[in-house]
C-alpha cells in the first residue's frame, strides 16, 4: 500500500469515529457538538441573545477542551516528528475513555464534554494532509466546498487539482459514523464509545508498526 492509500484510509477511519463520537454527544448532551466549533459558537450567540447563560457552560466546556486538544496534539506532532501519530491516537482514545467514566449530567457543565472535545481537538492534529492536499479530521465544512469547486471545474471543463472524490467520502464517511453513533447511543449512551476506544487503539498499533517498519 502507498503512503497516500495508508494516508487516505486513516483520514476516512478518524472522519467516522468524529461522526461517530459528535452523535453520540450531540444526543447525550442535548445538542452539543464536539468535533467541530461553529455549531457551538452558533448556539454560544442564541443562548447570549435568549438571555439564558446557565446554559452556556456546555458550549464553553467544548470549546476549552477543543482548544486544549489540539494544542496537546500540535505539540505531540512537534515533538515526535513523524512517529507522532500513534502518540496522537493514544491520547484520542484515553480522552474517549475518561468521557465513559466522568460526570456526564445532559444539562450544563459535563467534564465527559470537555473530554469528548480534547479527544476531538487532538485527533485533528493527527494528520495534516493527504498526498497535496489539506485534510480535517473532525469537520466536512470546507471539504464539501471542495467538493462543490471540483464539480464546477468538471462542469466547466477545466482542469480539476480538487479531488473532489477523496472529500465525497470523506463526507459520506462523517454520516456513516454519525449513523453507528446515534444508533448505538440509544442503546448503550456513552458505553458506546467503546467502540471508536478500540478503533483509535487498532490504529495506533498499526501506525506505530508502520513507522517502526519505515525507520527500520
Not at 443562548?47 to 500540535?74: E, N, R, S, W, Y
Not at 493514544?90 to 465513559?100: C, F, G, R, Y
Not at 457543565?109 to 479527544?119: E, R, S
Not at 442503546?187 to 513507522?211: E, N, S
Amino acid at each position: 500500500m502507498t503512503v497516500q492509500l495508508r494516508q487516505q484510509a486513516l483520514a476516512l477511519t478518524l472522519i467516522a469515529v468524529a461522526g461517530f463520537v459528535d452523535a453520540v454527544s450531540y444526543l447525550q448532551f442535548a445538542r452539543i457538538f464536539v468535533s467541530f466549533m461553529s455549531g457551538n459558537s452558533t448556539t454560544f450567540g442564541i443562548k447570549i441573545a435568549q438571555g439564558d447563560l446557565a446554559h452556556l457552560a456546555a458550549p464553553a466546556g467544548a470549546f476549552a477542551g477543543f482548544v486544549a486538544g489540539t494544542f496537546v496534539g500540535t505539540v505531540i506532532g512537534q515533538k515526535a516528528g513523524y512517529r507522532h501519530a500513534p502518540a496522537t491516537l493514544a491520547v484520542v482514545a484515553a480522552a474517549l475513555l475518561a468521557a465513559m467514566v466522568l460526570p456526564a449530567p445532559s444539562t450544563g457543565f459535563a467534564p465527559a464534554i470537555t473530554a469528548l472535545a480534547i479527544a476531538m481537538g487532538a485527533q485533528n492534529a493527527t494528520l495534516g494532509k493527504v498526498g497535496d492536499s489539506s485534510v480535517s479530521l473532525t469537520y466536512v465544512t470546507g471539504m464539501v466546498a471542495r467538493i462543490g469547486k471540483g464539480l464546477a471545474q468538471l462542469a466547466t471543463g477545466q482542469p480539476q487539482p480538487v479531488r473532489w472524490g477523496f472529500f465525497m467520502l470523506m463526507w459520506i464517511g462523517l454520516i456513516a459514523g454519525a449513523t453507528l453513533g446515534a444508533a448505538l447511543q440509544g442503546a448503550w449512551g456513552l458505553t458506546a464509545l467503546i467502540l471508536p476506544v478500540i478503533v483509535l487503539a487498532m490504529l495506533a498499533l498499526v501506525t506505530a508498526a508502520t513507522d517502526w517498519r519505515v525507520a527500520a
